[in-house]
C-alpha cells in the first residue's frame, strides 16, 4: 500500500520559534497533500490543501503567514510553523492522494506531535 | 452545526459483542465516505469505504443511507483489539477534501 512519511515525529520548542514539518510520500507520487491539526480528544481539522507547484488553499480561519506549506516536488511537502506558541501544540497529520484513479483516497502520515513551552 | 457528527461515546462493550456506530453528515453533495480507525495517538487508517449498496469486510459492515443522510458501521464479534476511535468521514463535495467527525470511542473488555 502507499507510504506516507513525516518527520520529525515529535518536537519540542521554546515559544517563539519556527518549526519545520516534513511530509513524504515514499511509492508514490502525491498531486494533492492535506495538511490537518487534531488537538486531543477532537476531529482532525483541515488546515490548507497543497497541490505540487502551486500556493497551498488555507482553510477558513488558519493563517496563512503563520503555518507556511511549501509542495516543491510530488513526493515532498513541508509546513512551517512560524513563532511557534504554546496554543499551537497539537499533533499535525499530513495526508497525500493522487493514485491513479483513486483521487478520493487520502493516505495519512504518522503524525508530528507538536509542544510548545 | 457540525458537517459530519457523532456520538463521541464511549461505548463499553463485552468480547464477542456486536456494536453499532451512527453518523449523520449535513452536505447532501458529499458523494464518498469512509470509516477511519484512529488508535491513541495513532494517524487514522483507513478501515472501509462506505456505498449505498452496503458493504461488509470480515467482521465490520458498513451501510449509507443518502436519503436520510447517514452513516452506519456495524462490528460483530468485537474483539480487544478493535478498541480505537472510529471516524466517520465524508468528502466535501468532490473536492478531494475530507471532513472528519469527532469519532467515536469503542473499549472492548474481555
Known amino acids: 500500500g502507499a507510504v506516507v512519511s513525516q518527520h520529525p515525529s515529535w518536537v519540542i520548542c521554546k515559544s517563539g520559534t519556527s518549526v519545520k514539518i516534513e511530509c513524504r510520500s515514499l511509492?508514490?507520487?502525491?498531486?494533492?497533500m492535506f495538511w490537518y491539526r487534531q488537538f486531543p480528544k477532537q476531529s482532525l481539522m483541515l488546515m490548507a490543501t497543497s497541490n505540487e507547484g502551486s500556493k497551498a488553499t488555507y482553510e477558513q480561519g488558519v493563517e496563512k503567514d503563520k503555518f507556511l506549506i511549501n509542495h516543491a516536488s510530488l513526493t515532498l511537502s513541508t509546513l512551517t510553523v512560524t513563532s511557534a506558541h504554546p496554543e499551537d501544540s497539537s499533533f499535525y497529520i499530513c495526508?497525500?492522494?493522487?493514485?491513479?484513479?483513486?483521487?478520493?483516497?487520502?493516505?495519512f502520515g504518522p503524525g508530528t506531535r507538536l509542544t510548545v513551552l | 452545526r457540525k458537517e459530519v457528527e457523532q456520538d463521541p461515546g464511549p461505548f463499553n462493550v463485552p468480547e464477542g459483542a456486536t456494536v453499532a456506530f451512527n453518523c449523520t453528515y449535513s452536505n447532501s453533495a458529499s458523494q464518498s465516505f469512509f470509516w477511519y480507525r484512529q488508535d491513541c495517538r495513532k494517524e487514522p487508517k483507513l478501515l472501509m469505504s462506505v456505498y449505498s449498496s452496503g458493504n461488509e469486510d470480515g467482521r465490520f459492515t458498513a451501510q449509507l443511507n443518502r436519503a436520510s443522510q447517514y452513516i452506519s458501521l456495524l462490528i460483530r464479534d468485537s474483539k480487544l483489539s478493535d478498541s480505537a476511535t472510529y471516524l466517520c468521514?465524508?468528502?466535501?463535495?468532490?473536492?478531494?477534501?475530507?471532513?472528519f467527525g469527532q469519532g467515536t470511542t469503542l473499549q472492548v473488555k474481555p
Open positions: 511509492d508514490f507520487q502525491a498531486t494533492t
Open positions: 495526508s497525500a492522494s493522487g493514485i491513479a484513479g483513486v483521487l478520493d483516497t487520502q493516505y
Open positions: 468521514v465524508a468528502d466535501s463535495s468532490n473536492t478531494g477534501k475530507l471532513i
